[in-house]
């Protein structure tokens, strides 16, 4: 198993390009936008980007600003870190 260190933005973001390429654009925008205001906030960032956080959290972070953008603030659930 892996140190869950890894920083999984170029997965997502190959994501939003894919979107964008099949003309989903604004689901490509809503997704760039929630890797932005991750990236912005600096809360849950993984050590290659200065932070401390686990791949799963980075990714989780990115997950609720998208259903927070999508969705508004009715969440299905919160997710909270634990960041030390």
Partial sequence: MGKGIT???????????????FGEYEA????????????????ALTPDLGGTASTHQ????I???LRTLVHGSRSLYTVRFTLE
Avoid: K, Y
């Avoid at 920083?7 to 390429?21: G, H, R, Y």
């Avoid at 490509?28 to 809360?43: F, H, K, N, P, S």
């Avoid at 980075?58 to 972070?61: V, Y």
């Fill in 7 to 21: 920083n999984p933005i170029a997965s997502i973001w190959s994501t939003q390009l894919m979107l964008d390429f």
């Fill in 28 to 43: 490509a925008a809503t997704l760039m936008r929630a890797i932005e205001e991750v990236l912005t906030a600096r809360q």
């Fill in 58 to 61: 980075l990714g989780d972070a």
């Fill in 63 to 65: 997950h609720v600003h």
